[in-house]
DNA sequence: GGATCCGTTGTAGCT
DNA sequence: AAGCTACAACGGATC
């Protein structure tokens, strides 16, 4: 048969790096009249914000390894692979439809609603239906919600609080005795369509061939990145983590509450976290957040458990909270214009103590050790979050909370435009959500701390503060104010080995909580 | 319609 | 040593 007269499918894998619940690929897969199923993936070094531009070399390697392992199962399970591309994905499309020759053909892709993304797809969808294609996109793929309708529907309104976001999922969901009701996410499919010479007469079309980046080329990207830390990346290891974590070990689901969770595991060791671990494989794709909530219902069934807001469906139902924010609030990712940002005047910027912040070296040993373990690791647990934060923003070092976004952006496994951007707003002490600017952490954590969970652990703090490695735990939060007898049987003088602390931190605190009340109140009466 | 309550996770200093 | 209080007091929902 002519191969231009069969009709194809491209199934453009964007927001979902697995098989499992993969609306696009298991439609595209059960529409039996394709001849031809083309899995892709497009690797867009322009995309912006939360695309290559800004990622760190543990994110990429993570993604690397992400698309190494679905081209694997594609393999394994019906015996073709991935097409990984690199360029501009509308370009791309367009040459690769025209390729494809009359139709109709079809492309099965997953909808993302972050704002670059909605206009990246809109305008692919005006290119494709110009050259006789049409495009099938599927919401509430990397949500539980499907955050469009969601948000459109006439009673929407921004949710600020966990009771808020619960009665959206209630409304929107069926409810049953254990609560909320997520629905089942899709199996991989049982096999695709597949005529091999579609992919040879791509790869004759040089224009189109020269942008496919073969899998030995993924490899060595990957491997010249290094090492992976405490996440590989990809879908197996994402079941194998659900399996180990969650659905093996129901006391630990059942008794989960976030506060109480540790920058370590069990033995105290800072080699694995004591929380989950998934979140890199959600912001990833490799992990539906569907089939993680199933998960934890069924560890639920019939025993005790914790609730929301620290439960792991409470973890679940901020991750949702954030997406319906980042869709309905204009300038989610911006300190102007954004109607959950209070105008707060951060003033210059400090290039000193942003630098010192992001790489380890404010002479603050807490604060020092959680963003070192994020530059080495690309994780760092959620306290440390709060800790770092808040030390940059409203509690120390008075800078934008944008600049620590961005570090963020740039080095966590996880980063999530939605997520990210609003636990910045939250912990900065600007969104209508967020804590009381007055709650500020003790950078030095002295037993009472709520940072303390890690805190009670200098070992942690020795493990990433290697200059401190002999130092007694009596000083190992405040290290200058060791006697210098200490500091010398300790190998440790600081000021010279290890950074004197770049700012006082109660004066800091001090000035800074009275800065944010005059903000306020600057605010209050301008409007 | 004014008062009251509440919000995922605070700190410092005193007894 | 654990528990109390002061700190300073937002802003929307509910009553």
Redesign the pocket.
């Known amino acids: 048969m002519e191969w231009s007269s069969l009709k194809h499918a491209v199934v453009w894998f964007r927001g979902i790096l697995r098989l499992h619940d993969n609306p696009p690929f298991f439609n595209a897969a059960n529409r039996h009249e394709l001849q031809t199923i083309l899995p892709i993936y497009i690797i867009d070094e322009a995309d912006y914000p939360n695309g290559f531009s800004n990622m760190g070399d543990k994110r990429r390697k993570f993604l690397y390894d992400s698309l190494i392992d679905l081209d694997q199962s594609l393999r394994d399970e019906y015996g073709q692979g991935l097409t990984v591309f690199q360029g501009n994905p509308s370009n791309l499309l367009r040459m690769i439809f025209q390729n494809l020759g009359p139709g109709p053909n079809y492309l099965f892709t997953d909808y993302m609603s972050e704002p670059w993304k909605r206009e990246e797809l809109d305008n692919i969808e005006v290119q494709i239906n110009e050259i006789g294609a049409e495009m099938i996109s599927f919401p509430a793929v990397n949500t539980i919600l499907d955050i469009e309708e969601t948000v459109m529907s006439e009673i929407y ?1 921004n949710p ?5 976001i619960q009665n959206i999922l209630t409304h929107r969901l069926e409810n049953g005795p254990e609560g909320i009701i997520v629905g089942d996410p899709l199996p991989a499919p049982k096999s695709i369509s597949y005529d091999s010479s579609a992919i040879q007469k791509l790869n004759s079309e040089t224009k189109i061939s020269d942008q496919i980046v073969p899998l030995a080329e993924l490899k060595r990207r990957s491997n010249l990145l290094g090492p992976s830390s405490y996440f590989p990346g990809g879908e197996t290891e994402a079941l194998r983590r659900l399996k180990n974590k969650v659905s093996e070990r129901r006391d630990f689901v059942n008794s989960f ?4 969770t540790l920058s370590t595991n069990e033995a105290g060791l800072p080699s694995e976290p004591s929380t989950t671990g998934l979140s890199p494989y959600l912001s990833t794709g490799c992990l539906s957040p569907r089939t993680l909530w199933k998960e934890v219902t069924a560890a639920n069934l019939g025993s005790k458990h914790t609730k929301p ?2 439960s792991l469906h ?2 679940l139902m ?1 991750r949702e909270m954030f997406h319906l924010l980042s869709r309905s609030v204009n300038n989610w990712d911006d300190d102007k214009g954004n109607s959950n940002c ?1 105008p707060i005047e951060w003033g210059q910027s400090d290039p000193e103590a942003l630098y010192a912040w992001e790489s380890g070296m404010t002479g603050f040993p807490l604060i020092d050790a959680m963003m070192r373990q994020l530059s080495t690791t690309g994780w760092m647990h ?2 440390g979050r ?1 800790a770092v934060s808040c030390f940059l923003t409203r509690g120390q070092l008075w800078q934008n909370w944008k600049h620590g976004r961005d570090v963020f952006e740039r080095k966590l496994l996880d980063s999530d435009w939605a997520v990210n951007n609003g ?1 910045w707003l ?2 900065a002490g600007v969104a ?2 967020s ?8 950078p ?3 037993g ?5 969970v890690d805190a009670a652990n200098p070992e942690f703090i020795r493990h990433w503060v290697p200059e401190l490695s002999s130092f007694p735990s009596k000083y190992i939060f405040e290290p200058h104010l060791a006697p210098i007898d200490v500091q010398e049987s300790s190998k440790c003088i600081i000021g010279l080995d290890y950074p004197l602390p770049i700012v006082d ?2 004066e800091s ?1 001090r000035v800074n ?1 009275d800065s944010f ?1 005059k903000n ?2 600057r ?2 009466g301008r409007n």
Do not use: E
């Not at 600020?160 to 808020?164: A, G, R, V, Y």
């Not at 804590?435 to 003790?442: A, D, F, K, L």
């Open positions: 309104k600020k609080s966990m009771k808020d509450s976030k506060p109480k807001p620290t409470g973890q901020f209070k959620h306290l709060h636990n939250w912990l209508p959500f804590m009381p600017y007055y709650r500020v952490y003790n030095c954590p002295d009472k701390s709520s940072l303390n931190r109660k605190r909580i009340k306020l109140a605010i209050a």
